[in-house]
């Protein structure tokens, strides 16, 4: 276990190092909020693919590694967020990620051949099968919310992992913090 | 653990053993392992004298290995190493009782093997020391691969012999292991023999399994895979035959598949209708029928043994509690109020009790309700408890929990007396489940 999670950590790490290389000449990244921050942006860089240029430059793109989107902006761009966290036992959508959010929404609208799977995830306390239901109803929370904001239902998938994928191995609150989620996966 | 007047711990790693009996080439799964963490204070002090070949050369099992570790793992029994036996005698005619008097043992295991051709006779006694008498003479007979299931039913019978329970050891543990990192996982669904030998595995996977649930013959397996477009789909599996058959494919959650005790419906969560409802399914027919409707969560169908009700788990209450419902006029009434997260309860086979997950003070475990007297009781000591069931003969209830970061198997007696773990050597193990039915079942050829 300990072993696994030392690999873990340098698997991390080292993603991290390579990335920083490759996107050294960019805009530095916006700063890791945490996970209680209802919005994580680890491990990314600002992206522009070189075929830019010719691809139509507002058009969302998806980096098919990731499954996440960029989006452009008056020329900018920017990978959005994935990764949504939840307090204990509770699939209340946090404030916090309401901008985030509303970027997803704004791609999805503006490209409705745009497909997301919105994965729910919980921690590893309680039973299987609750923490199925949990995630479930975390993903449509955040459904919901895209929903209201003009998102048609038809572009959103959802399924729960429950706690069956978790997204750091191990127990107490600040793990258990990051495996509280909903992933967007963009296809 | 506990500070205990008698405190076992027995670590037997048996894989010389498995080396040792003809494995099939494709089982190259680790075995769980037994570790006894409490015993009964008045174990009973019993010898299994080896048993001896008649004919020439050597069977592939070493019977008496096998029927001592029974023994031992069931807690309930103290068995005296073969080093200190004074005789070795094969059945009750060579029995000196002083040689078994001077070293405190009760009872004595007895018997010896007659090759037949391809088959293998088995005669056995079981013998009272102080009272000089045989209380079982049995011969049973079988093939040269069935050494083992052989032993298990002599275990099985001694067992019962000496405690009124009918023994446990011919059965299985279906159960699912987790192996690699969060990025790629490995999930195995395996099936071993109740002493954590013979393990095979059902289904290999880089996507989730769980809720593997026994088909009340023993011959069928039911489970949620993630193993299709990494969504969640109902399967059955036919151990006998392998075939394997897709149940549902709907939108949303296809969960917690659990047989009716007539073996002909499957109880499930579906969630396409909104929210997480449970609904059964007719087998034949496959007519489909939804029997919850309510926004909130309703997860964990368990048949009562009856097969007339269903319990599960809601949280219409606000917190996850257990209800139970009639299916002949689906009236809900909830079972569970201390505590604020009971789930994943199962009812005891004569109805007196619900085995289920239950949270105090943040932790949680497993705990018994009597039904009778609405009195709730912990029966383990551990953290992180889940998925408790019941092993056959209602004695015993093996469960999932964590020792040191990983996920292992433990059981514990209804009456809490008896407690052992089954780690594995390879990642971590959850969700057993035990067998309804033994593997192999023999009848005596002579008195």
Known sequence: MGITKIRNILAVSLTALLLVGCASDETVDETDMGPDSGSMTTGEENMAPAEETIVQPKKP????????????????????????????????????????????????????????RLEGHADERGTREYNLALGERRANAIRAYLVAQGVSRSQIEVISYGEEKPEVMGTGESNWARNRRVEFSYR | ??????????????????????????????????????????????????????????????????????????????????????????????VFSRDWRLVKVEYLVLGYLESRGDKVQLHFELYNVFKQSVEVKQVIEGSRDELRDMAHYVSDVVFEQLTGIQGAFSTQIMYVTASGDVNVQE??????????????????????????????????????????????????????????????????????????????????????????????????????????????????????????????????????????????????ERLTFEGDYNAKASMLADGSGLIMVHRSEGVF????????????????????????????????????????????????????????????????VREPAWSPMKRKVFTPVEG
Not at chain 1, 105 to 112: N, P
Not at chain 2, 230 to 253: E, F, H, S, W
């Open chain 1, 61 to 116: 793109m998806i980096d098919s590694s990731t499954n996440r989107i960029t989006i452009f902006d008056l020329g900018d761009a920017e990978t959005l967020t994935g990764v949504f966290y939840f307090d204990f036992d509770q699939a209340i959508v946090k404030r916090s990620g309401h901008v985030e959010l509303d970027k997803h929404a704004s791609a999805l609208m503006s490209e409705r051949t745009l497909r997301v």
């Open chain 2, 1 to 94: 653990m506990v500070s205990m007047r008698l405190y076992k711990r027995v670590r037997v790693s048996l894989v010389a053993l498995l080396l040792s009996i003809l494995v099939p080439i494709n089982v190259a799964v680790a075995e769980l392992r037994i570790e006894v963490t409490k015993g009964v204070d008045d174990a009973v002090r019993v010898a299994v004298v080896p048993f001896s070949h008649k004919n020439r050369g050597r069977l592939p099992l070493d019977i008496t290995e096998v029927i001592d570790f029974d023994l031992t793992l069931s807690g309930r029994f103290e068995t005296l190493p073969t080093s200190q036996m004074l005789s070795l005698p094969n059945d009750s005619t060579e």
């Open chain 2, 187 to 332: 999930y195995r669904l395996n099936i071993a023999d109740a002493d954590g030998q013979r393990v095979r595995t059902i289904l290999a996977s880089n996507e989730p399994i769980l809720s593997a649930s026994w088909a009340p013959d023993g011959k069928k397996v039911a489970y949620v895979s993630f193993e299709r477009d990494r969504r969640p789909a109902i399967y059955i599996k036919n151990l006998v035959t392998g075939a394997r058959q897709q149940i549902t494919d709907y939108p949303g959650l296809n969960s917690a598949p659990a047989f009716s005790p007539d073996g002909k419906q499957l109880a499930m969560v579906l969630s396409k209708d909104g929210s997480p409802d449970i609904y059964v399914l007719d087998l034949a027919s496959r007519k489909l029928r939804r029997i919850t409707r309510h926004y909130g969560i309703d997860t964990e169908p368990a048949w009562t043994p009856d097969g007339k009700s269903i319990v599960f788990t809601s949280d219409r209450g606000g917190k996850p509690q257990i209800y139970s419902m009639p299916l002949v006029n689906l009236k809900i």
């Open chain 2, 365 to 428: 475990h497993i705990a018994m309700l009597d039904l009778n007297r609405g009195r709730l009781r912990v029966l383990t000591e551990t953290s992180l408890d889940e998925s408790p069931s019941i092993a056959p003969n209602g004695s015993m209830l093996i469960y999932a929990t964590q020792k040191r970061g990983e996920g292992i198997l433990a059981a514990v007696s209804i009456d809490g007396g008896v407690k052992f773990d089954l780690p594995s050597s390879e990642g971590n």
